[in-house]
């Protein structure tokens, strides 16, 4: 691990989020550009960003890659999803949702493709990639019923196969497997729109922390989601990989991915659905704000 290169990341993204909140608080950024952003990101930024990391030679080794972090993703969401319905049982429903969701959603797909691609390169995108994609399933079906009635099947299937990311991934497993090269406009235009996932992604976040006020921030059950979200979750998945010899490369990418803060959906959906949005929101600020420290921590530590 290149500590300077982590040093320097990590103080990249603090400034961006730092001018995402200047540029909330001056006015610059209205509330409703928080859904505008998310919307670019979701639907433009971040697709051409996982297409782009698939623009690489491909082997029987890649694919391999794949079905391993493919069975680590989809263990972890069955722990997160035991951990869900065991641990806030003495919670106010309100919160109990709000814990519930933040627990099986993080924001790993939107945070965590910059630091994955930040910390291992463009390898590290792609096996990111394939990583979220149990957690998008888990989203639209164990996550969104925390809040509503279960969404019936068909629903759940049309969701998870149609989101753009994961509609991403299977053009950009394509070309990898196919080396089909694209032409070279086309090429250069995915990867700079891609190239600005880091800097919106970031950004964004900043806007939603500006909503806050620090002296109101923390209580008892924001500091158990944090130590779980942040330390415990990801504590169990660096020693399972350690256990079972996982590549460091998988390794690392689903400690860091698995570590991620709550998802700012969280807050969205509890807003939505009658669920304690103010503390929800406080969820994803303390989160976002400690994963500045604990990334690093987790990096030093791989």
Known sequence: MDYSSLINL?????LLVA??????????????AKAVLTDLVIYLILPCNIISSFFI????????????????ATLIQFGCLLFARTLYNREPDRRKKVLQYGTVCSNAGFMGNPIAE?????????????????????????????????????????KVVTHPCIVAVYIG?????TQLN??????????????????????????ILAEVKPGTILDRGIIKYTVIRLFLIPLLVFAGCRLFSVDPL??????????????????????KYDGDYIFATKCVVVTTLLSLITIPLWCVVL
């Open 182 to 207: 694209l032409p070279v406009f086309l090429e250069n235009t995915v990867r700079n729109i891609g190239g600005c996932t880091t800097t919106v992604s970031m950004v964004l976040i900043g806007t």
């Open 10 to 14: 990590q103080g990249m993204l603090f």
């Open 57 to 72: 030679e491909f082997n029987m080794e890649i694919l391999k890659g794949f079905a391993v972090i493919l069975v680590i």
């Open 173 to 177: 497993m394509f070309l990898m497997v």
């Open 118 to 158: 930040g910390v291992y390169g463009g390898q590290g995108l792609m096996y990111a990639s394939i990583f979220l994609i149990p957690q998008r399933i888990v989203m639209w079906s164990a996550g969104v019923s925390y809040f509503t009635k279960s969404p019936d099947r068909k629903t759940v299937v049309k």
């Open 250 to 271: 998988l390794s690392g990418i689903s400690v860091l991915l698995t570590g991620m803060p709550a998802g700012s959906t969280t807050a969205i959906l509890a807003a």
């Open 19 to 32: 001018a995402g909140i200047v540029l909330r608080k001056k006015g610059i950024l209205p509330e409703h």
